[in-house]
């Protein structure tokens, strides 16, 4: 069983900076490639980023490209995501998930996933 838990979500002003943070609890966390994905009031839940088992892989949606970063820590069984330059768009709810097997875009195909931590950006 995997258990995948986020925070540092919170209100940040436009132009602002946020660090999220998953711990993962499971003897393989290191087996998994992790995503993120975010989910906005009235909208479909969409890939955010993503980084493969090892963290030589990434990928990030072209909205969030030269903004946010994810990274990961084996050793500590986390993985986060620096978001720079934060706009009101991208107000909301955050998760993070794990998957077997290399990372992808879409969200049907990650098995675990977090609560969920809420980010919103104000004008």
């Known amino acids: 069983q995997v258990q995948l838990v986020e925070s540092g979500g919170g209100l940040v002003q436009a132009g602002g900076s946020l660090r999220l943070s998953c711990a993962v609890s499971g003897r393989t966390f290191s087996s998994y490639a992790m995503g993120w994905f975010r989910q906005a009031p009235g909208k479909e839940r969409e890939f955010v980023a993503h980084?493969?088992?090892?963290?030589?892989?990434?990928n990030y949606a072209d909205f969030v490209k030269g903004r946010f970063t994810i990274s990961r820590d084996n050793a500590k069984n986390t993985v986060a995501l620096q978001m720079n330059s934060l706009q009101p768009d991208d107000t909301a709810v955050y998760y993070c998930?794990?998957?077997?097997?290399?990372?992808?875009?879409?969200?049907?195909?990650?098995?675990?996933w977090g609560q969920g931590t809420q980010v919103t950006v104000s004008s």
């Open positions: 980084i493969s088992w090892s963290g030589s892989i990434t």
């Open positions: 998930a794990s998957r077997l097997g290399p990372p992808n875009i879409y969200a049907s195909t990650y098995n675990y």
